[in-house]
């Protein structure tokens, strides 16, 4: 049985930092890419970030890139985003996600197993 369980949501300041954590059972983390998906109320579930099993390479969305930094630590099967200068429009419901692939899918779709999402709200 596959779980994916965020961790590290809460409320924040414009202009502060958060660390979310997603911890994997059920999957051989090591050879899975991760990513990180938002879902804001009434918006559609957008890409945030993925990391690559092979190589740890890395892909972000324009709008958080220089914010946000993706990290996993395979020995724990955890996945990592740090959020740095928070804007109130980073606020949603974070997602993490995995899919068995060497790739950094950006669409939603092509993931296979999802956590149940974590609220980050920040205020003005």
């Known amino acids: 049985q596959v779980q994916l369980v965020e961790s590290g949501g809460g409320m924040v300041q414009a202009g502060g930092s958060l660390r979310l954590s997603c911890a994997a059972s059920?999957?051989?983390?090591?050879?899975?890419?991760m990513g990180w998906f938002r879902q804001a109320p009434g918006q559609e579930r957008e890409f945030v970030a993925a990391k690559s099993w092979i190589g740890g390479s890395t892909e972000y969305a324009d709008s958080v890139k220089g914010r946000f930094t993706v990290s996993r630590n395979n020995a724990k099967s955890t996945l990592y985003l740090q959020m740095n200068s928070l804007k109130a429009e980073d606020t949603a419901v974070y997602y993490c996600a995995a899919v068995r692939t060497a790739r950094r899918p950006l669409n939603k779709d092509e993931y296979d197993y999802w956590g149940q999402g974590t609220q980050v709200t920040v205020s003005s």
């Open positions: 059920g999957i051989s983390f090591s050879i899975y890419t």
